[in-house]
C-alpha cells in the first residue's frame, strides 16, 4: 500500500497477488509430497481473440510457475460444440486435471451455456457452472468466480471486518456482478447491485462504503459519486485509443479524479486482473485437495 497526494491508499493488486501465488506455490509442493502427483489446470481457448490470448499465454505460465502441471488446447473458432463437449468429458475423466477453465467469449455458434454445464463441477475453477453459482448463493462451500474472489480478498485486507458496510457492486454479470454481490453478503455487508437501470446511480453510489464498479464503461465512476473515504474496487480492464496513436488501459473509474476523494482504490493496470489469475491458482489448488479427499 503507498499513499498518494491525496492520502488514498493505492491497493497493490500485483504485489497481493504474488504473495497469494507464493502461499499456492508452497500449498503445492506439500500437496505432490502427500499425493505423489502436482495439480493440473487445463485451459481451453477456442479461436484467435488477441487479448485471450496474451490471458491464456499468462495463465499457463503461472500456473508452471506455483509447480502445476499446464495443459493448454487451442482449438479453432469454428470448433462444432460437440466436439468441444467431448473435450470437455475427456479432462472431466483425466485425474491429472483438477481445474478446467474455458476462455469467454466463446465464438458465436457455440453454446455456452452447454459447455460451461458439461464442465464437471468438482473441477469448475472458474465458478460458473450452476451448482457452484447455487452454492454460493445459498452458502455452501464451492468453488468461487476467480475475479469477485479476488475482489473480496483486497477489500478484507484493506478494511478487515466487511460486517454492516453499505456495498454497491456495479454491474450485474453472471460472471462478476452477481457473485460479487453474493460474496458481500456472506461477509454481512449491507449489498445493492445496481445495473444499466438502476435510477440516479451516482446517488446510490454515494452512500456506498465500498464500490466494486464491473460494468466494461471506461472511466464511468467520476469522484463526485464517491462518499470521502471510501475503498472503491476498480474490475474494469478498458483499451483505449490515446491521441497518439496508442492504447492503453483504464478502468471502469476515473483514477485521477477518484483518488482524491476515496480511501483506498486499486489501480488498472496492478490491481484485479492480477488477482483473478492468482484466485484460479487458488481455487486449482482447492479442487485439487477436495478432489484427493473424495476421488
Ligand atoms: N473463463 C474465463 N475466465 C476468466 O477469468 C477470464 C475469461 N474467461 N475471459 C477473459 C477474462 C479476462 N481475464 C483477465 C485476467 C487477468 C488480467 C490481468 O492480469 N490484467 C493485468 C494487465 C493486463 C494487460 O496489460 O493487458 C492487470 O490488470 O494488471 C486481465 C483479465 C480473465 N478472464
Known amino acids: 500500500m503507498s499513499a498518494g497526494a491525496s492520502g488514498a491508499r ?26 505423489g502427483r502436482v495439480p493440473g489446470l487445463a485451459v481451453v481457448l477456442v479461436g484467435e481473440d488477441p487479448a485471450s490470448q496474451v490471458y491464456v499465454r499468462n495463465k499457463g505460465r503461472e500456473t508452471v510457475a506455483a509447480g502445476m502441471a499446464s495443459f493448454e488446447h487451442r482449438l479453432s473458432a469454428d470448433t462444432p460444440t460437440a466436439t468441444l463437449l467431448d473435450l470437455i468429458a475427456r479432462l472431466n475423466a483425466d485425474d491429472r486435471v483438477d481445474g478446467i477453465l474455458v476462455q469467454l467469449p466463446l465464438p458465436k455458434g457455440v453454446d455456452e451455456a452447454l459447455v460451461l454445464a458439461a464442465i464437471d463441477p468438482a473441477k469448475d475453477v472458474d465458478g460458473f457452472h450452476v451448482v457452484n453459482a447455487g452454492r454460493l448463493a ?107 496513436g496508442k492504447t492503453r488501459l483504464v478502468g471502469d473509474v476515473a483514477f485521477d479524479d477518484v483518488e482524491a476523494v476515496a480511501g483506498a482504490l486499486t489501480p488498472v493496470p496492478g490491481g484485479v486482473g492480477p488477482m483473478t489469475i492468482a484466485c484460479l491458482l487458488a481455487n486449482t489448488m482447492q479442487a485439487a485437495e477436495a478432489r484427493a479427499r473424495t476421488p
Not at 504473495?19 to 503445492?28: C, N, S, Y
Not at 477489500?155 to 456495479?170: F, N, R, S
Not at 457473485?179 to 444499466?196: F, G, K, Y
Not at 464511468?220 to 497518439?244: C, F, H, Y
Open 10 to 35: 493505492r491497493i497493490d493488486g500485483k504485489a497481493f497477488a504474488a504473495g497469494l501465488r507464493a502461499r499456492v506455490a508452497g500449498q503445492v509442493a506439500a500437496f505432490h509430497q502427500q499425493a
Open 138 to 244: 445459498l452458502g455452501q462451500p464451492g468453488l468461487v468466480p476467480c475475479t469477485p474472489l479476488g475482489c473480496l480478498m483486497l477489500l478484507e485486507d484493506t478494511l478487515g471486518d466487511l460486517a454492516g458496510l453499505e456495498a454497491v457492486v456495479i454491474g450485474r454479470s453472471a460472471i462478476v456482478g452477481k457473485p460479487m454481490a453474493q460474496l458481500l453478503l456472506s461477509r454481512h455487508c449491507t449489498v445493492t447491485l445496481a445495473h444499466s437501470r438502476t435510477r440516479d446511480l451516482p446517488a446510490v453510489c454515494r452512500r456506498a462504503d465500498i464500490v466494486v464498479a464491473a460494468v466494461g464503461r471506461p472511466e464511468l465512476v467520476r469522484a463526485d459519486w464517491i462518499k470521502p473515504g471510501a475503498t472503491v474496487i476498480d474490475v474494469g480492464i478498458n483499451r483505449v485509443s490515446t491521441p497518439d
